[in-house]
């Protein structure tokens, strides 16, 4: 970084003071994760320098024989941890993956029948600030108001009476396992394709700590960080028989030349994900949800379904006289970071809203595990119980620094950011 120091101090600062906030911070945002530094190293390679429309042994470029070997590594990576046929490691983003299924599936005005955002669905499923609203039409399923779980009857009655072209599983804040099977058989009986948007769960799934949609599913599509800690990106799964289909609705459908430094850093995650180490971590994020949903649950907290069974947990303040825009503030000034969240049936606008999602995947790469899963539980039930104690919040602080040296993230890299730092008087 003696470079970047040297050549734009102001955003060597900003990033010299972004990674003491991540470090020094616990992020408990449940899309949020930490990639290795052998996958930063990929993603701020020379790779970025090349462009390379199209797809391996079909560039519209020359000089593309090394960016074939990256992204047929990540492709025959990805197809093996999913145990899948086909797949595109191209996508920008989730989004864009779900915007290239759309695009191959359909035609605008279809209907489509997806989640609803304010129960756990996602933008991209057909929010009317999304394409997907704009372009589409949406119907929504949402969870029932007895158990805050999906209503698959629900999924049932509306798919026989709108006969959806697409059915949309997957969701972004739902912290119970989500039945596949159930949804292809819905499909299956209206004529309907299924798609499956993992992006919350691929690591769990990966790591079969969640049951797989790829037996049921039509189309999957996923982000490439969150549970599964690569870098910000996107892909597309699917059987053969979609994929060039798939492939042109990517390029050059929607997106030009491909990032190959993503591509290449999600090859490396991609290769840490096949590793013994990954399942354990996965199984480690589950147990850490339980726990923290637990010690919640005894400090009298209330959870959207009563708990959770994968990497987040939606703690309801409706009844604590507090909102998840005021929750997320104090967590946030004690050093843990979460993200206010929507409820199911919800009161209070989504700028506002009434509860708090919580989630584990970036502890617990820190290596976090029972016992201050217990310990972190407590202090966000004391915060959360007593918001305006200044000399509480700043116990606590305190005391989430600690933690954090305890468990210390990138710290080579910091300490060559204070080296950097020192060196140019900075």
């Not at 199209?54 to 020359?62: D, E, H, S, T, V």
């Not at 086909?86 to 759309?102: D, E, L």
């Not at 430094?261 to 013994?276: H, P, Q, R, T, Y």
């Amino acid at each position: 970084m003696f470079n970047l120091s040297r050549t734009d101090p102001e955003v060597f600062r900003a990033l010299k003071a972004e990674i003491e906030r991540q470090t020094g911070q616990l992020e408990m945002i449940a899309s949020e994760n930490f990639v290795s530094e052998a996958v930063m190293e990929a993603e701020g390679s020379v790779f970025m320098n090349k462009y390379a429309e199209g797809y391996p042994g079909k560039r519209y470029y020359g000089g593309c024989v090394n960016m074939d070997t990256v992204e047929e590594l990540a492709i025959s990576r990805l197809n093996r941890l999913f145990r899948s046929e086909y797949a595109n490691v191209q996508p920008h983003s989730g989004s864009q993956a779900n915007m290239a299924v759309y695009f191959s599936a359909l035609k605008p005005g279809d209907t489509i029948l997806s989640m609803n955002l304010a129960h756990g669905g996602h933008l991209s499923h057909g929010s009317p600030v999304s394409f997907s609203g704009r372009l589409f039409n949406i119907v929504h399923y949402g969870v029932s108001r007895e158990t805050e779980t999906i209503d698959y009857d629900q999924v049932a009655d509306l798919a026989r009476k709108h006969k959806p072209k697409l059915i949309i599983s997957g969701a972004s804040s739902y912290p119970r396992t989500i039945d596949f099977a159930a949804f292809r058989s819905i499909s299956s009986e209206v004529g309907a394709l299924h798609m499956t948007d993992m992006a919350h769960i691929a690591g769990l799934v990966a790591a079969g700590c969640h049951p797989s949609p790829i037996p049921h599913a039509d189309f999957v599509t996923s982000t490439t960080h969150k549970t599964l800690r690569g870098p910000r990106g996107g892909f597309i799964l699917s059987d053969t028989k979609y994929g060039k289909m798939i492939n042109s609705q990517i390029f050059p459908g929607i997106q030009g030349g491909p990032l190959m430094n993503i591509i290449a850093s999600k090859a490396v995650a991609f290769k840490e994900a096949l590793g013994d180490d990954f399942r354990a971590y996965q199984q480690q994020v589950v147990t850490n949800t339980r726990i923290l949903a637990e010690t919640l649950t005894s400090n009298g907290f209330r959870l959207v379904s009563g708990g959770s069974d994968n990497h987040l947990v939606l703690v309801d303040l409706s009844g604590k006289n507090l909102t998840g825009a005021e929750a997320e503030h104090v967590l946030e000034q004690a050093g843990i970071t979460v993200n206010k969240n929507s409820i199911p049936f919800d009161t209070q606008p989504p700028t506002v809203t009434s509860g708090v999602r919580i989630g584990t995947p970036a502890v617990t790469t820190r290596g976090l595990k029972e016992k201050e899963m217990e310990e972190i539980g407590g202090h966000i039930a004391e915060l959360l119980t007593a918001p305006r104690d200044a000399g509480l919040i700043s116990r606590v602080q305190g005391r989430i620094r600690e933690i954090c040296r305890e468990f210390p993230l990138y710290g080579d890299r910091l300490r060559r950011y204070e080296e950097c730092s020192v060196s140019t008087g900075g």
